[in-house]
């Protein structure tokens, strides 16, 4: 019985996880065709010292709200469109992570997805590469953009970038 009020105060304050979770289980996935995917580079504001960045930016170009995954997995690839091997970078303490509810966007919103990384060999025995685009996956098919900028790695690495969860401003 003393732990009654702690329990009853955790049960209340779950009460708008469980709605919020029940309202994102009526709302499908978005759609390919839904989604006009573009990239920005903000005038440059994340390029300088050695790093570079972009936002990706997605516009819900449909008639309703949908779901986008929190942390999409994006595909770079060459002039051909042939995958590049190219990871993203975890960051430290966070893997596998924590559990991410998807992200909802409203008809007529948009998102973005930063992406930074480190844009010159500034590392000792490092490797640049540059691919020519960046893909997104969602039902339905694949958004690609242009991308054709320089990430380096350090030596025997594969992560090239860094990524915010889908909706950071």
């Not at 993203?88 to 992570?97: D, E, L, N, S, V």
């Not at 490092?126 to 969602?138: D, E, K, N």
Request: hydrophobic share 40%; proline share 9%.
């Amino acid at each position: 019985m003393r732990y009654f009020p702690l329990l009853l105060i955790t049960s209340l304050s779950l009460l708008p996880v469980a709605s919020a979770l029940a309202d994102s289980a009526q709302i499908p996935p978005c759609l390919s065709a839904d989604i006009r995917l573009h990239s920005d580079d903000r005038n440059g504001l994340f390029d300088g010292m050695s790093q570079g960045g972009t936002s990706l930016v997605l516009h819900n170009a449909g008639r309703t709200s949908c779901m986008l995954p929190p942390l999409p997995a994006l595909v770079f690839s060459d002039a051909e469109h042939h995958p590049v091997t190219a990871e993203r970078r975890t960051a430290r303490g966070m893997h596998p992570g924590p559990v991410l509810p998807p992200v909802i966007v409203t008809a007529g919103a948009e998102l973005q997805i930063l992406l930074r990384w480190v844009a010159s060999d500034a590392f000792d025995g490092g490797h640049c590469i540059r691919p020519a685009f960046v893909s997104l996956a969602l039902d339905g098919g694949t958004l690609t953009v242009p991308f054709n900028r320089t990430m380096c790695a350090a030596k025997g690495q594969t992560g090239y970038y860094s990524q915010s969860l889908t909706g950071t401003p």
